[in-house]
Every structure is written in structure tokens, then in C-alpha cells.
């Protein structure tokens, strides 16, 4: 199997189709990709808060990959089959810049920003346990927060999530389910990182359970089928990713996209597809913390 790391430890905090590519691989070729926490690998202790971090570049990714045989206008489709924590720890934060009900610099209040506080997680037997508080103890459930395609005639951070993917903090884009991106760019450019061992809706205080992973990742390619939005499938659910500011407005998105989505594939009526989404869909927060915000708009697949 082939191993995808990056040379010289130089990762990417860019989605860019502008980048040299670490790797190319071929449809249906299963690949592991290592990738560093949210971080970088530098919150080791308590002691370590984001503020005294020597480097303010987060969300290190694995990439670009190009996908052979990716033209614009095609899908990827990702099949995420394992994820595997690589260093036995994971880091949880407060962070006195992010939060989604803490003052930031594009949400203004009065009162003074949040304390800084970090958490070191052991990570044994599935179970993510933290030496500050024996209460706070977790099973896992790992997902990547952050991946996606290279944008169009575009370079992005990637902390922001957009068409192409991105800082989604959606716990689907995980083992068992099937991604989908837009294919902007020949050769896709795809890129990986920010592996959270578990995290609740809304990664309320800016972090899930940030922590360094091994992906094993499986690629394929829909030729000629155009998307606009990522989406994800397994044997239960079709869901749709939508990312703006306000929220209402991602949850619009992936509403929308839902129903296209319904009508495309499964032949509906597009007014029938809002009935059904009316009284059968089902929503969840991916992120409220981000430069953009996520939401997951999904059906289940029994109603269609």
C-alpha cells in the first residue's frame, strides 16, 4: 500500500490547485495518508495554549493528491475505510479567539474573551480518557474535520469550508460513509487533515478531539456528473453539506442541495422532494465556529 506523508514535514494550509502534488494515485487504489492534529503537534501540555503556539497557522493538510484521470467537471468519490489515531494523545481547547458562544472578532461583545484552557487526552482501547478530569472520558468516533478538492482559480485556508469541502467539522466525513466533491480542477488536488477523534455538534469550543491520524483512503471518480456542494451517503441516509454565514443560510444550502439531489437521482418532483424534506428531513450543526459555517441537511433513503 502506498504511504502519502509530506516531504519534510512542510504541510499545506491552503486548498489550491496552484500546489505541487505530494502523490498521485489511481481510481480504486487504496493509499494511507498520514496527517498532523489541528495544532501541528505542538499543544503537548496544559501549559501549552493556543495563544504561546509559535506558529498561528492551524489545520495542517496532506496534499494535494491528484486523482489520475480527475478532469473538471467530474465527482470524487472518497471512501474513508479506516482512521487510525497515530500518536496516543489527543488535545481539547478553549481558545480566547474562536468559540461559538464566546465574544470573537467578528462577533463583538463586551465582556473580555474566554480563558484559555487545554486538555491532554490518553487515547487506550477506543477510549480517549483526559488527565485533567477522569470524568471527561470518551469512545471514539473519528472523522476528518477538514478535506476536500482544490477550489476554482482560487487559494483558501483551510480553516474556511465552501463548495469544495474544507473545515466542515462534520463527523459523517467518516469510516463507512461515501463522499462526494466537485472536481474543479484536472487531477482534483484533494487534501486531508484535521482528524478529530470525536466531537459534538457544533464543535462548541472550537475543537473536537484534535489529534495526529493514518487515513486509509480509497478514490473513484464519476465522470461528466457535476456537483456543487459535498455530499455524503451510506446504506441509511443522503446528506448534503452547505457552508455560509449566517447559519440560516448554510442550512438553506444544504436543504437545497437535498433536494436537487432527490430529483436528480431518484427522479422525484421538485415540489414533492420539499414535501417529503418537510416532514422526513433531518438536520444536524457541523460547525458554529469557523470563518463559515456548516450544516447537514439528510434524508432517509427508505423514504425515497
Known sequence: MKEIRMPNEEYAYFYSGYENPVAEVDVKEEVAVYTLDAFNGLVKTPKDTVSTLACQLFNPLTGPIVIKGAEKGDTLK?????????????????????????????????????????????????????????KLKFREQPFSGSLGTAPENEVISSTVPSTFGGNMDVKDMCPGNTLYFPVNVDGAYF??????????????????????????????????????WPRIENDEYIMTVGSARPLEDAARIAWCELVEWIVEEYGWD????????????????????????????MVKKEYL
Not at 464566546?102 to 488527565?131: L, Q
Not at 422532494?273 to 447537514?296: F, H, I, Q, R
Open 78 to 134: 472518497v471512501t474513508i475505510k479506516s482512521i487510525e489515531n497515530t500518536s496516543g494523545v489527543a488535545v481539547g481547547a478553549c481558545m480566547n479567539t474562536i468559540g461559538g458562544i464566546n465574544a470573537t472578532t467578528v462577533t463583538r461583545m463586551i465582556n473580555d474573551p474566554i480563558t484559555e484552557k487545554v486538555w491532554i487526552y490518553d487515547y487506550k482501547d477506543g477510549e480517549f480518557t483526559s488527565r485533567e478530569n477522569p
Open 191 to 228: 487534501y486531508i487533515g484535521d482528524a478529530h477523534g470525536r466531537q459534538g455538534d457544533g464543535e462548541l469550543n472550537g475543537t473536537g478531539l484534535e489529534m495526529a491520524a493514518k487515513f486509509i483512503l480509497e478514490f473513484d471518480l464519476i465522470k461528466g456528473k457535476k456537483i456543487e
Open 270 to 297: 421538485k415540489l414533492d422532494a420539499y414535501e417529503l424534506l418537510s416532514k422526513c428531513g433531518e438536520m444536524y450543526l457541523g460547525n458554529m465556529v469557523d470563518p463559515n459555517y456548516s450544516m447537514v441537511a
